[in-house]
């Protein structure tokens, strides 16, 4: 069992920046490939980003690669989404989510969620 608490969100001013964070507790969180996903108000969620068990492969949704970077820390049990040049159409809930399909871009993929975090980007 994997528990996962996104922290890192809040209010960016458009090309900003913000970091979020997801820690995880659970001794198996390095056999676990880690994604995030966001869902803004009126849409369903999407995939945002992943990254393997090992950290060495990542993915990004093509809405935001080059823009957003995704990171983990295998040995403290964190994963990071770090978010830069932020805009409007970024505002959303982001969870981090944990699974073992690699690539997964699908919810179901999936099997453990944190509770969100909410990032707004606007000036």
């Known amino acids: 069992q994997l528990h996962l608490v996104e922290s890192g969100g809040g209010l960016a001013q458009p090309e900003g920046s913000l970091r979020l964070s997801c820690a995880a507790t659970g001794r198996t969180f390095n056999k676990y490939a880690m994604a995030w996903f966001r869902q803004a108000p009126g849409k369903e969620r999407e995939f945002v980003a992943a990254?393997?068990?090992?950290?060495?492969?990542?993915y990004y949704a093509h809405s935001v690669k080059g823009r957003f970077t995704t990171s983990r820390d295998n040995a403290n049990n964190m994963v990071y989404l770090q978010m830069n040049s932020l805009k409007p159409e970024d505002t959303a809930v982001y969870y981090c989510?944990?699974?073992?399909?690699?690539?997964?871009?699908?919810?179901?993929?999936?099997?453990?969620w944190g509770q969100g975090t909410q990032v707004t980007v606007s000036s």
């Open positions: 990254i393997r068990w090992d950290g060495d492969l990542s």
């Open positions: 989510a944990a699974g073992f399909t690699w690539i997964g871009t699908f919810e179901n993929q999936y099997r453990h």
